[in-house]
């Protein structure tokens, strides 16, 4: 059980009705992890659906030679991990703390009883999946058809929010389906060519339209 105050301030749950988030809130259970911690692993069965409070969670597969293909990075205010509890599988990625992170979890056990009771929150969970599927549907078309330039100027520009991307090289290169050693040069390039600025852990973008551009090269 969590304090139902702690909902209101994610605004992911602001469309469910107050009675759906004291429900919600009751079953709820507090979690918190350190960097570089597991919060579950690929094809595990799963403890329930992750809503994150505070800090990052890679979302990655893992390949039999050990190679991972990082999917997503999840956010503040994000959920993941809803597609086992309603298939029945297992989990379908590793979930790994790349900072502090404090976390919900919705036990699967508690998350059929809800929605029967509260229809709102299959409602929110229907549209999540959907949001997920069309970034898988982007993730795949980009590894098939666009360049690594093109494919890390707009992973830039959807991390940068803020105006900055903090992740590691190895991190970019996860996300862009390719080695650091590429996404060193390409990055090297675009900062010569003035698009962003290369920090320790961090990645700034100087020319947002420019990049926009470089993100539509196939």
Known sequence: MVPVEILRTIPLLHSLPADARAALARVLQDRHYRPGHYLM?????????????????RLARVRPDGREQVVRMVGAGELFN?????????????????????????????????????????????????????????????????????????LLLHEARDGAATMTQQELAERAGTVREIVGRTLRDMQEAGLVRLLRGQVTVLDPVRLQQAAEQE
């Open 41 to 57: 692993h690929q094809d595990d069965v799963p403890e329930g659906l992750f809503i994150l409070c505070e800090g990052r969670v």
């Open 82 to 154: 809803a597609e086992p509890l309603f298939d029945g599988g297992t989990n379908p990625f590793s979930a790994r703390a790349m900072s502090p992170v404090h976390a919900l979890l919705l036990p699967t056990r508690d998350l059929m009883a809800l929605i029967g009771a509260h229809p709102p929150l299959a409602l929110l969970l229907l549209r999540e999946l959907n949001a997920r599927q069309r970034e898988l549907m982007l993730l795949l078309e980009d590894l098939r058809f666009r360049s690594v330039r093109a494919r890390l100027a707009r």
